[in-house]
């Protein structure tokens, strides 16, 4: 099976039943005890049944616990030797961290976040919606708090490439923008949870008025996904010390530069005139670099 098991564990989380929950959550704080538990020792860690472990086995893609187990045995050998290569003896962060320990981990969390994200992207998804927003004639990007600051680059990038792309900042002007859309425009969304409210209700619209819809979020079975003709999905881990409003960053910057770089190779001519448009546009509110 393709894929990380920590990660799709990680996503399947708010859609598995409570006592699957409660098992995923025994494998993702103690992967590497996992592997060397029977299914009896298991089910009795997570206080449920056996039959139910491999409910949650089939639930999450596995046949059975046999291949759910060597699936990770696997990724905690994967993780460990990550760990070994990058100098660090685990990956989270303690009060008792120096500030070398603290660059090499939050360096060592965020570069395998980008290669897990990048991993188990969904390519024809990247490519559906590059085609969509490069032919669209108009464009929103919605997003609130850290997720607003992934909308605000990508429409920035977008716009500098000659794309008519808005980024609404608050919840009304999501709504109003979204209601002012129609067939052949685009409408993407990024919420970490793809719980989200206002990302929720700004897409919902934009899917009721005609327009392509795109969700950007870790949680493929999140209702923002469920409103989305295109998800593209992030890998990111929160952690005590690395909040959603740092892992999930992280992971939708990549996304949303994926994204970016299909439109602009799709649109390479204008791309490129535009570009240099832009560039030509700013020179002047440049500083002369200082001479020694």
Do not use: W
Request: aromatic content about 4%.
């Amino acid at each position: 099976m393709n894929g990380d098991v920590l990660v799709r564990l990680r996503q399947s989380l708010p859609t598995l039943r409570p006592a699957e929950a409660r098992i995923a959550k025994v494998v993702l704080d103690d992967p590497s005890g996992v592997v060397g538990a029977t299914i009896t020792e298991l089910a009795a860690r997570a206080g449920t049944s056996q039959a139910t472990v491999v409910r949650f086995c089939r639930a999450v893609g596995y046949a059975g616990y046999p291949e759910f187990r060597i699936d990770l045995a696997q990724a905690t050998s994967r993780h460990a030797l990550e760990l070994e290569r990058s100098g660090i003896a685990e990956g989270e962060i303690n009060e008792t961290d120096t500030a070398t320990d603290v660059v090499s981990k939050i360096a060592f969390h965020e570069a395998r976040t980008i290669e897990e994200t990048a991993r188990m992207l969904d390519l024809d998804a990247l490519e559906r919606a590059a085609a969509a927003v490069a032919a669209a004639t108009r464009i929103d990007v919605y997003g609130v708090s850290s997720s607003g600051l992934t909308a605000q680059d990508l429409a920035q990038k977008l716009s500098r490439i000659g794309l008519v792309c808005s980024a609404p900042v608050d919840s009304h002007g999501q709504l109003t923008s979204a209601a002012l859309l129609e067939p052949g425009c685009v409408a993407i969304a990024v919420s970490h949870t793809g719980r989200t409210v206002e990302a929720n209700q700004a897409l919902t619209l934009a899917r009721d008025v005609g327009a392509t819809t795109i969700a950007v979020t870790n949680f493929p079975g999140s209702p923002l996904a469920d409103v989305a003709d295109v998800v593209l999905t992030t890998t990111a881990r929160e952690t005590q010390f690395r909040s959603g409003a740092m892992s999930s960053r992280i992971a939708q910057l990549a996304v949303v530069d994926f994204l970016f770089v299909r439109v602009a190779q799709q649109r390479y001519d204008a791309t490129t005139a535009a570009l240099k448009a832009t560039y030509a546009a700013v020179q002047a509110h440049r500083l002369a670099p200082r001479v020694r």
